[in-house]
Antibody, heavy 122, light 111 residues
C-alpha cells in the first residue's frame, strides 16, 4: 500500500524558517517524481514545487520567489521542503504527492499524504 | 485568480446529472496537456477521480466521466449521490508558467 506521511509543520513567526518532510513507503520511491501542494485555510489547491525521480530536475511556482527549496533523499525514501522568510500568506496545509507521469510534463498526482499544517503568526 | 477557471459551486438533487467546467488557455489545456480531476471531501486530502482527460482510476464509480475540447475540460457526474458532495479541482500543466496549475475548485452540493 502506497503511503505518504508528512511531518514538520507547526507554528512559526513571520520571517522564520521551517523544514517539512514526507516519508514514502509501499512503492519504489526513486522511480517517481514528487510534488508539494499547499492549501490555505478555506482556499483551493496551489502547486508549490516538483522534483524529478532522481532529483536532477526541479520546478517551483513563481510566487515563491526563491524562498522554498525542494529536495529528496532516495536512500531514505524521503522528500523535503525547506521554507524560508515565511509570511502569513504561507499559512496552509502542505501536502506531498506522488507524481505518476504518462509522459513529461503530464503528471497525475495519484497519491497524497494527509498533509501537515504550517501556521505563520506572531 | 487561478489560471484554470471553474464555477465556484454547482448543485443537484440525488439521481441528477451535474457537470463542472474547467476553462484554460492555449498555454495549458489548449496546448494538448492532459487534464486531471480531484475530489476533496472536507478534512481529507484530494484524490484523483479522472486522469488523462477521461480515464477513471480503479475504484472510482463509472458515474464519473471526463472530457476535453479545445481549451476546456469538463467533469460529469451522473446519478448524484450524497457521498459525491465535495470540492472538485481540475489540474494540468502550463507551458508559459513552466509549472502545474489547479483550477480554483468547485463545491458540489447534493440537495
Amino acid at each position: 500500500e502506497v503511503q505518504l506521511v508528512e511531518s514538520g509543520g507547526g507554528l512559526v513567526k513571520p520571517g522564520g524558517s521551517l523544514r517539512l518532510s514526507c516519508a514514502g513507503s509501499g512503492f519504489i520511491f526513486n522511480s517517481f517524481g514528487m510534488t508539494w501542494v499547499r492549501q490555505a485555510p478555506g482556499k483551493g489547491l496551489e502547486w508549490v514545487a516538483t522534483i524529478s525521480s532522481g532529483g536532477r530536475n526541479i520546478y517551483y511556482a513563481d510566487s515563491l520567489k526563491g524562498r522554498f527549496t525542494i529536495s529528496r533523499d532516495n536512500a531514505k525514501n524521503s522528500l523535503f521542503l525547506q521554507m524560508n522568510s515565511l509570511t502569513a500568506e504561507d499559512t496552509a496545509i502542505y501536502y506531498c504527492a506522488r507524481g505518476y507521469s504518462a509522459g513529461w510534463p503530464d503528471i497525475n498526482f495519484d497519491y497524497w499524504g494527509q498533509g501537515t499544517l504550517v501556521t505563520v503568526s506572531s | 485568480q487561478s489560471v484554470l477557471t471553474q464555477p465556484p459551486s454547482v448543485s443537484g438533487a440525488p439521481g441528477q446529472r451535474v457537470t463542472i467546467s474547467c476553462t484554460g488557455t492555449s498555454s495549458n489545456i489548449g496546448a494538448g496537456y492532459y487534464v486531471y480531476w480531484y475530489q476533496q471531501v472536507p478534512g481529507a486530502a484530494p484524490q484523483v477521480v479522472i486522469y488523462g482527460n477521461s480515464i477513471r482510476p480503479s475504484g472510482v464509480p463509472d458515474r464519473f466521466s471526463g472530457s476535453k475540447s479545445g481549451t476546456s475540460a469538463s467533469l460529469a457526474i451522473t446519478g448524484l449521490q450524497a457521498e459525491d458532495e465535495a470540492d472538485y479541482y481540475c489540474q494540468t500543466y502550463d507551458r508559459s508558467l513552466t509549472g502545474w496549475v489547479f483550477g480554483g475548485g468547485t463545491k458540489l452540493t447534493v440537495l
